[in-house]
C-alpha cells in the first residue's frame, strides 16, 4: 500500500522555469514532511521540510505548500536551472522525539531542465 | 566528518549467498535505517533502529537481517541472497531536529544477485 502518491514521474522544463511536483498522502497520523533530492550515484540529500502547522515554507529557490484539509504538498523549484536535474522524492513521517520516525516515500520525480 | 559511510558500493552475489552490507555514521544519531531502492517504487524502508540494541522491522524485511550493538553501526545481513533482492541499498541515520528528523543518507550500495 502506497502511502505517499507523488506525480509527475518525469518533468522535462526549460531554464527559468517553474516544475511542480505534487504528493498526496493519506495517513493523517503524518506530521513530518520531508523533500530529498537525487542525483545519479549519490544518496538522497535533505531539500527541504515541512509540518502541518503552516501552509508555505520557502529556502532560496525551492518553496513547499501544503494543504492540510486536502491532505497534499508540493514542491516548486522557482527559476529552475540544469543543475537542478534530479530525482526528487516527497516522504512524510510521524516525527516524534522519543519514538523515532519511519519515513514514507513517494515514487520519485525525475526532473530535466533543459539549457 | 565522514557522515554516512557504505561499504561496499558494488557487490554480486550467486543465488543463495550471504553477505553483510556495512554501514557507519560518526554524528552520534541515535536513529539508523536501511532503505532498498527500486524504479518506480521510490525507497522502501527494510529494518531501522532507534539506539543501540534496538531494532525493529519496516516495510520489506522479509529475507534481511540487521543489529545494533553500537550507535556508530548498523549492518545488514542478506540471508539467502535472492534475484528480488537485486537493487540498490541506502543506510540513513537521524537524530530530531527541528521538529523533524532529517536523515543523512550514505551513497548506496548497488547489489545484483544472479
Known amino acids: 500500500q502506497q502511502q505517499v502518491k507523488q506525480s509527475p514521474q518525469s518533468l522535462i522544463v526549460q531554464k527559468g522555469g517553474i516544475p511542480i511536483i505534487n504528493c498526496a498522502y493519506e495517513n493523517t497520523a503524518f506530521d513530518y514532511f520531508p523533500w530529498y533530492q537525487q542525483f545519479p550515484g549519490k544518496g538522497p540529500a535533505l531539500l527541504i521540510a515541512i509540518r502541518p502547522d503552516v501552509s508555505e515554507k520557502k529556502e532560496g529557490r525551492f518553496t513547499i505548500s501544503f494543504n492540510k484539509s486536502a491532505k497534499q504538498f508540493s514542491l516548486h523549484i522557482m527559476d529552475s536551472q540544469p543543475g537542478d536535474s534530479a530525482t526528487y522524492f516527497c516522504a512524510a513521517s510521524v516525527g516524534e522525539e522519543t519514538s523515532g520516525s519511519r519515513l514514507t516515500f513517494g515514487e520519485g520525480t525525475q526532473l530535466t531542465v533543459n539549457p | 566528518n565522514a557522515g554516512v559511510t557504505q561499504t561496499p558500493k558494488f557487490q554480486v552475489l550467486k543465488t543463495g549467498q550471504s553477505m553483510t552490507l556495512q554501514c557507519a555514521q560518526d554524528m552520534n544519531h541515535e536513529y539508523m535505517s536501511w532503505y532498498r531502492q527500486d524504479p518506480g517504487m521510490g525507497l522502501r524502508l527494510i529494518h531501522y533502529s532507534v539506539g543501540a540494541g534496538i531494532t525493529d522491522q519496516g516495510e520489506v524485511p522479509n529475507g534481511y537481517n540487521v543489529s545494533r550493538s553500537t550507535t556508530e553501526d548498523f549492518p545488514l545481513r542478506l540471508l539467502s541472497a535472492a534475484p528480488s533482492q537485486t537493487s540498490v541499498y541506502f543506510c540513513?541515520?537521524?537524530?530530531?531536529?527541528?521538529?523533524?528528523?532529517?536523515?543523512?543518507f550514505g551513497s548506496g550500495t548497488r547489489l545484483t544477485v544472479v
Open positions: 540513513a541515520s537521524s537524530t530530531f531536529s527541528l521538529g523533524g528528523y532529517g536523515y543523512t
